[in-house]
């Protein structure tokens, strides 16, 4: 039976329950059942659902001013938050940086693209346009956003609408594309985008990755030396490094941003999702002090907008989100409770189809492979991930199933990234689920 009558639907064969209530990691449907929200949604909720605090700022800035058009005002909440961004940031985006806010992350992947852009004509090398990016990868559903990213399946409907701006070699030590081992591979995929710019010289304007890559490939975590190397190919070749942390930013990893992990300063930084943890639809590029200042030195104004750039009552939604963080000490602990997750999680690699366990912090993925010694995967047609996701659910947890993690086809891994507050216990519940999943989809 469908659950919905007018609401434009994910996907017409599937049936969706009615979310009634959040609870910590908790959604309740409207027929009182209860869901263990193991993927944060798709890594979006940190601080958890149902802060009754977060709704009472929307509403006290919504009676204030609930809305004032950008061309013609700033407000104070888009300011205040912004400024608490940029001091979470990398050096670079103190005393010059500044945050354009968005909608979500799609927008936040446009506006960058579009800045890179303008950037290069501030700074008087036309030619540059192209922000290459890697395979495999994933930076929103926009047209612009669609052509950066390297997820084949996503990209495969609008191919007569995109461009071609270049795709380099993912970061994927289990499944490495130059079938290599770290650390003797020497990260010989980072190169891979110094081969390409070599081609490429003139035309390039930027590159965009994502730290830990979320969606297209199950969190997976670049080697030591890799995240350094890329940052330095970008620099030495003039080209504006974009870290898109649509998922890793805002505490998900166990530090604010995912890069700060590895220490490198990129010129742009996206964040979406945790930056409202799901109260409301926002999404910031974070514009580091040297982009700003070409654009003040130059035109002194970017040829972008969107009517709801840093509404006043989102931004309000992502100063209580980061006054709960701050206060709870969220960021501490999504490290923390990171390893409960990956203690809970270590049994189920003894499974004879788990073939890896990975991530960071609080993002994690478990692959699922037909042959763990030969790291083959199942036939695209098995629907391993989607049949692993109906069994966690029929158990009460809720995870973020992906198919094409190998080629952009086959391979299949479930996301998971809870709430920053989930308990030893839970994390406990996410595991005991996974194991009976496991147990009906792999029956012995
Ligand atoms: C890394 C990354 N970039 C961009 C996006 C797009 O964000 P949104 O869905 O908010 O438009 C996503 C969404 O999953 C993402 O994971």
Known sequence: MPTSRALFSRNFKKTFPIAARGEGCWIVDQDGRRFLDAAGQAAVVSIGHGVAEIGRAMAEQSAQVAFAHTSQFHTAPAEKLAARLLALAPENFRNGGLVYFTSGGSEATETAIKLVRQYHLEAGQPHRYRIASRKQSYHGSTLGAMTASGNVARRAPYAPLIQEWGHIAPCFCYHCPFDKTFPQCGVACADDLETF???????????IFEPVVGATLGAAVPPEGYVVRIAEICRSHNILLIADEVMTGMGRTGKPFAVQHWGIEPDIILVGKGVASGYAPLGAVLVSARVVAAFKRGSGAFMHGFTYQAHPVCTAAGNAVLDYLESHKLFERAG?????????????????????????????GL??????????????ESGIAEKIRQAAVAEGVLTYPTQGCVDGQRGDHILLAPPFIISKEECSLIAGALETALAKVFPV
């Open 367 to 380: 692959e699922f492979v037909k042959d763990k010694a030969t790291r083959e995967p199942f036939p695209r």
């Open 336 to 364: 923390e409770a990171g390893r409960n997750l990956r203690e809970a999680l270590a049994p189920l690699q003894e499974h004879r189809h788990v073939g890896d366990i990975r991530g960071l912090g609080l993002l994690h």
């Open 197 to 207: 710019l070599q081609q490429e010289p003139e035309t390039v304007a930027g590159f």
